[in-house]
């Protein structure tokens, strides 16, 4: 998917929202338990319920990975499931990959063509040449961590190297790497006094903004300083939404959690 087609997507449902599918056993309804793939019933439903709200899906592979061979069979099920059954919904594989340039290469392999994601999530530490292999693939989109939403955020990042912040850095020699244009970037919600600043240095890129609802990020702050002319904005919420319910109405009520969501996006985009 381009970016202009996801603008036209969040025009169009009146959404920026993401839905994180982190997926825990032991928060999931129970009755779910007894299924074949418990993950994939869980996903299933829960996208069902709520895929005219929103516009992305995030799982993050950490929850499936740890469930070994059948959390990756899980992962699959549902990457499959949202590119036949909902082909228009961005899909985010929220994998904070990044490494020597070969490895990074195989890393996108796994991502943007065993598994058909539109977008991965890369670390930046190790540079350029290890995110360039997945700046290389055409029409996949590669979401590089640049002000994250956790505490440690201001061990490193926000520290200065030759008078500029490290995440500014980032930011900025980032914009010169070939293919540059298939860079979003993750800037957390819970550091909404950052977002003027950082538009001046990236006015249209796209925003992976993690960290409203359980973190506690504020929507509307990280909407009135990150919102740019295309829009510009994707953010994500995870426990918020999915486990809004543990009883057989789970779903219904996550979709109630993403429905509030969508309601103040909508009027952030008829301002
Ligand atoms: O890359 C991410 O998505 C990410 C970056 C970041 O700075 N903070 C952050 O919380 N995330 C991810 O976003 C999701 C947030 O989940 P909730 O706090 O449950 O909404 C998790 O999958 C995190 O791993």
Known sequence: MTTEQLEFQIRKKKSFLCIGLDVDLNKIPKHLLKEEDPIFSFNKAIIDATHHLCVAYKPNTAF???YGIKGWKSLEKTINYLNDKYPDIFTIADAKRGDIGNTSTMYAKAFFEDLAFDAVTVAPYMG????????????????MLALTSNEGAFDFQTKKVEGKELYKQVLNTSKSWENSK????????TKAEYFAEIRKIIPTSFLLVPGVGAQGGNLQDVCKYGLSENIGLLINSSRGIIYASKNEHFANEAAKKALQLQQQMENFLIQ
């Open 182 to 189: 298939n860079l979003m970037y993750v800037v957390g919600a």
């Open 64 to 66: 499936y990975e740890a």
């Open 128 to 143: 350029k040449d290890s995110v360039e292999p997945f700046l290389a693939f055409k029409d996949k989109h590669t979401i």
